[in-house]
T-cell receptor, first 114, second 113 residues
């Protein structure tokens, strides 16, 4: 158990809809990361938050947004969903963002867009 | 961002050592070498990381070449549970990645009983 909690584990929705994925980091971790994993693209870095502020952006679509709340949990919002958004979404956390730190990953949310 | 090159797949026998290679010829002096693995249907899991010296932990050993242009992840006795995709990643503070973990395709390790 990594200590990172993601909910829900599975989500099935239709095209055009909006969903929210939730992540609770490990106790004491201030950084939260979101990754998307699909069969054709592999693991893609989406976005990072540190202590409530956006720190880095990766390949995140404009239809996607995220935020980190004062209690440090994070939510990833996906809107106007398309079939291609079907993927596993992972959240990870670390203490800060130094390059010698470990990331701890959750078990993911499997999103199916029908 | 500095890139890594790994074999697409490797096979090992159970209870034998496994050496997973990684080339990173464009590594810079401040890049940390990280290894993560992903078991089937699970999130990535940290394995080990290092900068210049060889590193050991309970999961594996990391051997870093003197010129740092390559490294090897060593699993001392492979078990069936070690079957996973292994990712070798360079973390740096400059460039587009801003220090984040950027995953490549990794090496898929199969372990035969």
């Amino acid at each position: 158990d990594s200590g990172v909690t993601q909910t829900p584990k599975h989500l099935i929705t239709a095209t055009g809809q909006r969903v929210t994925l939730r992540c609770s980091p490990r106790s004491g971790d201030l950084s939260v990361y979101w990754y998307q994993q699909s069969l054709d693209q592999g693991l893609q870095f989406l976005i990072q938050y540190y202590n409530g502020e956006e720190r880095a952006k990766g390949n995140i679509l404009e239809r996607f947004s995220a935020q980190q709340f004062p209690d440090l949990h994070s939510e990833l919002n996906l809107s106007s969903l398309e079939l291609g958004d079907s993927a596993l979404y992972f959240c990870a956390s670390s203490v800060a963002w130094a390059t010698n730190e470990k990331l701890f990953f959750g078990s993911g949310t499997q999103l199916s867009v029908l | 961002d500095a890139k890594t090159t790994q074999p697409n797949s490797m096979e090992s026998n159970e209870e034998e050592p496994v050496h997973l290679p990684c080339n990173h010829s464009t590594i810079s002096g401040t890049d940390y070498i990280h290894w993560y693995r992903q078991l089937p249907s699970q999130g990535p899991e940290y394995v080990i990381h290092g900068l210049t010296s060889n590193v050991n932990n309970r999961m594996a050993s990391l051997a870093i070449a003197e010129d740092r242009k390559s490294s090897t992840l060593i699993l001392h006795r492979a078990t069936l549970r070690d079957a996973a995709v292994y990712y070798c990643i360079l973390r740096d503070d400059y460039g587009g990645s801003q220090g984040n973990l950027i995953f490549g395709k990794g090496t898929k390790l199969s372990v035969k009983p």
